[in-house]
């Protein structure tokens, strides 16, 4: 099959076929006489692996040394070696869950200090409006208007 088919079939743009075998990822088509790119099914199967993994996320380095040893008949290799990348990639991710569950709880605590009402005036010499005495407040631990109240200044210091 030539470079559209494999990869219509795989499900990428011909370019990234280009840019996976120019990079080493995916081994050198063989030539026809006319110049054109020819490929096979264990070219297909590769190529699906690799985007495959890819699509988990999972390294391009990794992706493509996993199925260069499926590709070569290396497959204990890549069976020992998959899981240890699915459980790194899940640390990863259980991480950036715990990220971002903290940053929407200081995301929640700041949008209901900016919707409660005004407790005192804006201070001249502060910053430009409540709204960045607000941010800037919660980033360094509570902002002046409720410096005076200690139970929303320290609502808005909790992770």
Same mark, same amino acid.
């Given at each position: 099959m030539? $470079? /559209?088919e494999l990869a219509r079939e795989v499900g990428v743009s011909t370019d990234?076929?280009?840019f996976y075998e120019r990079s080493g990822w995916l081994p050198r088509a063989s030539r026809r006489d006319n110049d054109y790119r020819e490929y096979g099914e264990a070219d297909v199967e590769h190529l699906r692996l690799l985007i495959d993994l890819r699509r988990l996320d999972v390294p391009l #380095?990794? @992706? @493509?040394?996993i199925a260069g040893w499926c590709h070569s008949g290396h497959c204990a290799d890549s069976t020992a070696a998959l899981p240890r990348l $699915?459980? #790194?990639?899940r640390a990863e991710i259980a991480e950036r869950i715990a990220g971002l569950e903290t940053l929407d709880a200081r995301l929640a605590r700041l949008l209901a200090h900016l919707e409660r009402p005004r407790r005192s005036l804006a201070v001249l010499d502060g910053p430009c409006c409540d709204a960045a005495d607000a941010v $800037? /407040?919660? @980033? #360094? /631990?509570g902002c @002046?208007?409720?410096a005076s109240v200690p139970e929303v200044a320290d609502s808005l210091d909790r992770p």
């Amino acid at each position: 099959m030539r $470079i /559209g088919e494999l990869a219509r079939e795989v499900g990428v743009s011909t370019d990234t076929v280009r840019f996976y075998e120019r990079s080493g990822w995916l081994p050198r088509a063989s030539r026809r006489d006319n110049d054109y790119r020819e490929y096979g099914e264990a070219d297909v199967e590769h190529l699906r692996l690799l985007i495959d993994l890819r699509r988990l996320d999972v390294p391009l #380095e990794d @992706a @493509a040394r996993i199925a260069g040893w499926c590709h070569s008949g290396h497959c204990a290799d890549s069976t020992a070696a998959l899981p240890r990348l $699915i459980d #790194e990639r899940r640390a990863e991710i259980a991480e950036r869950i715990a990220g971002l569950e903290t940053l929407d709880a200081r995301l929640a605590r700041l949008l209901a200090h900016l919707e409660r009402p005004r407790r005192s005036l804006a201070v001249l010499d502060g910053p430009c409006c409540d709204a960045a005495d607000a941010v $800037i /407040g919660s @980033a #360094e /631990g509570g902002c @002046a208007c409720c410096a005076s109240v200690p139970e929303v200044a320290d609502s808005l210091d909790r992770p």
